[in-house]
């Protein structure tokens, strides 16, 4: 556990940060033999933000709270609240412009997921979704990389991203995955209608049943010796081509 991370510990402060509705907790670690309605409350309400539950042993709580008396129960504290896909959603839809996503295949570098925040605000990205599992969450790391983007765009962290998909088409987006050798070059899409990238992990891409998902997948021409972009890099190149192309609307 990297100790730069805030943590909060306790059953009750960690109760009412949930009870608050703001959706900044990272993570819970539970001992695995901890019981009890409180307990009970805790994984219910977390099961409702989206937070990820984890089981712990008293040597690892011990560790992270510095202190023996966690009362069996650390909670990691995100960088910034995690946004309502909702929310999101309203705000997509009430611009000007077409509304534009940017979902992350389990992107696992927070560094990545900094910089990728960070381009996304710079181009008018209206939020970011991210699943619940095997995915960088919003860390000090990330807020740092996103050089104070993460303070004014949303990240929604999600459960299942088939089903965000599944709503977003019935939302009138098109889905557009982004993978090298993909037959269509990334400039020759039509980004003028509202439009989610999605944008796959670091070493393994996006997964199969979110790209079956896809209506169009896109490549960038590679002309050098390697095969593929840092996942933030791809990004940005594609985010400035959607840009270009409604400014010349």
């Not at 605000?121 to 960088?136: L, N, Q, T």
């Not at 998909?165 to 993909?182: N, P």
């Amino acid at each position: 556990m990297n100790q730069s991370q805030p943590i909060i510990y306790g059953v009750n402060p960690i109760l009412e940060s949930l009870r608050s509705g703001r959706n900044c907790l990272n993570k819970i670690l539970l001992l695995q033999s901890r019981r009890g309605k409180e307990i009970d409350e805790i994984r219910s309400l977390a099961r409702g933000h989206h937070t990820v539950l984890l089981s712990a042993n008293r040597v690892e709580l011990d560790r992270m709270a510095r202190t023996t008396k966690h009362q069996g129960v650390v909670a990691v504290l995100a960088s910034e609240p995690y946004g309502n896909l909702e929310d999101i959603l309203r705000i997509a839809k009430s611009g000007k412009a077409p509304p534009f996503l940017v979902i992350l295949d389990e992107v696992e570098d927070p560094r990545n997921l900094g910089a990728i925040i960070r381009t996304s605000d710079a181009v008018g990205v209206h939020g970011v979704i991210i699943p619940e599992r095997r995915a960088a969450g919003l860390t000090a790391a990330v807020s740092k990389a996103s050089a104070g983007a993460l303070s004014h765009l949303p990240v929604a962290r999600v459960v299942n991203l088939s089903t965000v998909i599944d709503r977003l088409k019935k939302e009138g987006f098109w889905i557009v995955g982004v993978a090298s050798g993909a037959p269509m070059r990334y400039d020759q899409y039509d980004f003028r209608e509202a439009v989610a990238l999605v944008m796959g992990s670091e070493g393994k891409g996006i997964r199969r049943k979110i790209l079956d998902r896809c209506d169009q997948m896109i490549s960038m021409p590679m002309r050098g010796h390697v095969s593929s972009l840092n996942v933030s890099v791809a990004l940005g190149v594609v985010a400035y081509e959607v840009l270009r192309q409604r400014r010349k609307e």
